[in-house]
């Protein structure tokens, strides 16, 4: 099992970046194929990007992100990162991260485990 906590939203003007953590406690992180997703507000949650375990050497990204964000981890300190740049007004949401030993998934229900969320919100 595996507990995951975000952490590096906030608030920012268009076109800034921001830098999403995802601390995860808990045994073989590395053995993890983990994701990202955001919830708008009245919206359904939206796949963003996948990444595989172990080396991470598989990633997935929604088009609507794609070339904008970049997915990462880091094993060694049980952490995955969303890098996000040039942000816009519609980029505003709860972003969360969610991790599955099975496989990697666009689709949320595939995912055991989530963490708690952290606001992103990006102003005009």
């Known amino acids: 099992q595996v507990q995951l906590v975000e952490s590096g939203g906030g608030l920012v003007q268009a076109g800034g970046s921001l830098r999403l953590s995802c601390a995860a406690s808990?045994?073989?992180?590395?053995?993890?194929?983990m994701g990202w997703f955001r919830q708008a507000p009245g919206k359904e949650r939206e796949f963003l990007a996948t990444?595989?375990?172990?080396?991470?050497?598989?990633?997935y990204y929604a088009d609507s992100v794609k070339g904008r964000f970049t997915i990462s981890r880091d094993n060694a300190k049980n952490t995955m990162y969303l890098q996000m740049n040039n942000l816009k007004p519609e980029d505003t949401a709860v972003y969360s991260c969610?991790?599955?030993?099975?496989?990697?998934?666009?689709?949320?229900?595939?995912?055991?485990?989530w963490g708690q969320g952290t606001q992103v919100t990006v102003s005009s």
């Open positions: 808990g045994r073989f992180f590395s053995s993890y194929h």
């Open positions: 990444i595989s375990a172990f080396s991470g050497s598989n990633t």
């Open positions: 969610a991790a599955d030993i099975r496989g990697t998934s666009r689709y949320a229900s595939s995912y055991p485990y």
